[in-house]
């Protein structure tokens, strides 16, 4: 047991250490400053206890006036000169501590970004994110609480040392008198007193601590449930739900039950009663220090004036004590903070990042093929893909059908290397798409998925995907989809922000009109290949006939991927997949598919297609052929 505990002691101080090290990276200058002004919170009280002493002293004694009037001036003058060290350091030191904070949860957002998209979807790293956020609600980034601990740390030591220092003189042996309290026994006594008052308090730290963290654990999840049930209410989009439904009661129930108002009163009853404990055994103990002290003095042993350097230096040493002890063991409470930002930290890219440059070519001729490429997600032990094999031809406009949970999805997200193949190889002129640049290779691909995203920034910045603009190219790409004229209807064009967030004049754009944005954002990139999964399933009929009547246009010789529920969608496409359980079961052109009547093909347009029996008016005038909804 005894090893275990010291080994988790050894695991603790290197995650601090770590911790330390990574901020002093962040701000070079934080921990001289931190140092620093523990030292001079420590000198203010020793430079008072010097020299009052002296002071009563030379009152009770010589009497010299000019002796009193020197003391006094250093008194003055050490106090001003560590007061105006001691603001400006703690300028500086507040500075630091500001840019640790910022870089902290700079470092965190980077992460979250650059990290490999399967960590996204891994459940154990959207527990260390939850984690990290929900403590950060409740607390702050956390370096506010290491900064302060260790700072607390190091003035604790720092005031044990001069406590030494001040106090020895007071347990030395005294043979000019026959009081016990000038033996060495009394001193011994006194000071294994001391020392049962630190195990105590070290213990009532520890168990404060451990007592608090459990609170925490207990807290986090009610306001997880707090802050969900908040942000329900609150949210623009779920209005329509709550008020036809009649969902606000059961919302508002929900928040009154995760707003705990007893646990809360439960955590100031236990602090305040660990408090209360080592109030009074510093009470008891003061005491017992002035007993000792004084009858000491009263023995001989020393001047009346010094009972004042003596006992404040003893009470001075068992406070540093308590703030040594109560720092180290709230930094080692604040073990799993430390250890959950650092494993976020360390779940940085760990694919292999390839550094073959991708070929610029001009004529855009990239061949991609699938060689008996297998897969299954992380921690699953079903395959999402299993043995395919297939070529996609330069400028092909492939077209990927196929029921839920075929591997349509599974089938881009391996495409753009999202995830690696489990086994088998994926293949782009012939070589391993792993073996090139993973940045370079992510260019050649402009993808719109079905579960997309537009940002609370200007309708420009959502289609460049960047802060500069091409304005003219932005423009034509959403002229291009359908979205010309509502551009021209927007007052300030494509510096028009979208959604509210932070703009009171944003536009709440319509699903339809974000997914146009997203179709414009695909064509502004300009990249070799197109990839379209489900890019119009919020549009109407005759919105997505436009869009598909004009594909050909929009994609021109570019090799394309269309994934789709809707069959007569895709018969746009030259070249048809059907996707069935993880396979590539059937692959050719529209006619060719449709041809067998047992295919799997033939199946699920037959079943789309007897939803309509016939075309409508308004079809036959604009020649489209139904849309057939799964």
């Given amino acids: 047991m005894k090893t275990e505990k010291r080994e988790r002691y050894k695991y603790q101080m290197h995650l ?109 790293y959207q527990n260390k ?36 220092v001040f106090a020895v003189p007071a347990f030395l042996g005294y043979g000019g008198g026959t009081s016990f309290f000038t033996s060495g026994l009394a001193s011994l006594l006194m000071l294994l007193l001391l020392a049962g008052a630190l195990v105590c308090t070290v213990c009532l730290n520890r168990r404060q601590t451990e007592r608090e963290m459990q609170f925490y654990k207990e807290f986090m999840e009610g306001n997880r449930s707090f802050a969900y049930y908040s942000g329900e209410c609150t949210q623009y989009k779920h209005g329509k739900e709550i008020r036809l439904y009649g969902e606000e009661k059961l919302l508002l129930e929900g928040l009154k039950k995760s707003l705990d108002i007893d646990r809360l009163g439960k955590k100031g009853l236990l602090t305040g009663f ?50 040594m002890a109560g720092g180290l063991a709230e930094l080692r409470g604040e073990t799993p903070f430390i250890e959950n930002y650092l494993g976020i930290l360390d779940s940085r890219p760990v694919k292999y990042q390839g550094s073959i440059p991708v070929e610029k070519r001009d004529d855009n001729e990239f061949e991609i093929e699938f060689r008996d490429v297998s897969f299954r ?86 289609v460049a995907a960047a802060v500069d603009i091409d304005r003219e190219r932005a423009a034509s790409s959403l002229g291009q989809i359908g979205f010309g004229d509502r551009l021209k209807e927007m007052a300030r064009g494509l510096d028009t922000p979208l959604y509210r967030d932070f703009d009171k004049d944003g536009v709440e754009i319509s ?27 919020a549009l109407d009929p005759i919105a997505e006939y436009e869009i598909y009547s004009g594909f050909e246009k929009l994609v021109g010789g570019k090799s394309a991927v269309y994934i789709s529920h809707r069959l007569s969608s895709c018969r746009f496409c030259d070249d048809i997949a059907v996707f069935e359980e993880g396979r590539l079961v059937q692959r050719g052109g529209h006619e060719e598919l449709l041809a067998g009547e047992d295919s799997l093909y033939a199946r699920l347009w037959n079943a789309q297609a007897q939803y309509y029996a016939e075309h409508t008016e308004e079809e036959d005038t604009l020649g489209m052929e139904p849309v057939y909804v799964s």
């Fill in 511 to 537: 699903g339809g009109e974000a997914q146009k944005i997203a179709l414009a954002r695909a064509l502004y990139k300009d990249a070799p290949f197109i990839i379209l999964d489900e890019p119009t399933a």
């Fill in 129 to 164: 994110k939850r984690y990290y956020l929900e403590r950060r609600t409740m607390d702050g980034a956390l370096c506010w609480g290491t900064i302060y601990n260790v700072q607390r740390m190091v003035k604790g030591i720092c005031t044990i040392a001069a406590s030494v």
């Fill in 274 to 323: 660990y408090e209360m404990m080592k109030a009074g055994l510093g009470m008891l103990l003061s005491g017992c220090v002035y007993f000792f002290i004084g009858a000491r003095a009263i023995a001989g042993a020393f001047g009346a004036g010094m009972i004042v350097q003596y006992v404040g230096a003893v009470t001075q040493f068992t406070g540093g004590f308590s703030e």
């Fill in 377 to 462: 997600y992380p921690g699953s032990s079903d395959w999402a893909l299993r043995h395919l094999s297939l070529k996609l031809r330069i400028g092909e406009h492939l077209a990927v059908v196929g029921r839920n949970g075929s591997g349509k999805t599974t089938f881009i997200k391996l495409l753009c290397r999202l995830y690696d193949p489990t086994e088998g190889e994926i293949l782009l002129n012939g070589i391993d798409i792993r073996k090139y640049n993973y940045e370079e290779y992510l260019e050649l691909f402009s993808v719109v998925f079905q579960d997309f995203r537009l940002f609370s920034f200007s309708l420009g910045q959502n």
């Fill in 16 to 124: 601090l250490l770590r911790l330390i090290k990574i901020y002093h990276g962040f701000a070079p200058e934080l921990w001289w400053c931190v140092t620093a002004q523990a030292m001079l919170q420590v000198a203010g009280p020793f430079v008072n206890l010097y020299f009052s002493a002296r002071i009563l002293s030379e009152l009770i004694g010589g009497r010299d006036a000019q002796r009193l009037g020197s003391y006094v001036l250093l008194t003055l003058i050490c106090n001003l000169t560590i007061f105006l060290f001691s603001q400006g350091i703690g300028k500086i030191n507040s500075v630091a501590q500001s840019k640790v904070m910022w870089k902290e949860l700079r470092s965190v957002g980077d992460t979250f970004l650059k990290t490999d998209f399967e960590n996204l979807g891994d459940a154990g």
